[in-house]
């Protein structure tokens, strides 16, 4: 259960303080308005990502005798995780451009989240094939990631939000560049088990 658990906090933590259109969101809102309107952006995944946590295990469920197919999924998963973890490596800070944005709301936070093809591509690539490895194991496993993944998803974005509110220049400042580039250290290493499980299941290695 630990090793689920840190998957799913360093996913979490990843993808929560990663540039992108919910986080460009979450700053927009709280620099316009207040703290309380960009926290409730962040509380968009809680509320899009059910659907398709449950489309993609129920699609991987239909696959889970081919190993060929997951072996693939795994490697796919891998390279996406990868490019996360280059992204960033490459990370200079956020930059956002505020003139003519108007004003969001958590309806907009998950109209904006439920569009975007990351979330679809992160579960069908990464987190259901995890969640359906855990699985085999017994139920807290899956429940320790997903509960650390979205704990630390929504709470970085929460933390962020209540950070920029109080200080503007957070998002250039180099504790956010160092954070960024040591979760992608982590994410590559991620990516390199990704792997890994992908040859085993193609019989590779």
Known sequence: MIHYL???TVLGLS????PGPLLTLVISETLQHDIKSGIKVSLAP????LPIIILTLFILSKLSNFHNIL???SLTGGLFILFMGYKSLRTKGVKINLDGIKPKSLIKGVLANALSPHP??????VGAPIMTKAMLQNISAPLAFIISFYTFLVGSKIV????????KSLLSGKMYIFTM???GLV?????IVLFRDGLKLLEII
Do not use: E, M, N
């Open 71 to 73: 072996g693939l999924i």
């Open 187 to 191: 994410l590559c290493v991620l990516a």
């Open 15 to 18: 993808a929560g303080f990663a």
């Open 6 to 8: 840190t998957i799913g």
């Open 120 to 125: 679809y591509l992160f579960w069908f690539t």
């Open 46 to 49: 809680i509320i899009t990502d």
């Open 160 to 167: 962020l939000a209540i950070l920029i509110g109080k200080s």
């Open 181 to 183: 580039r040591f979760l």
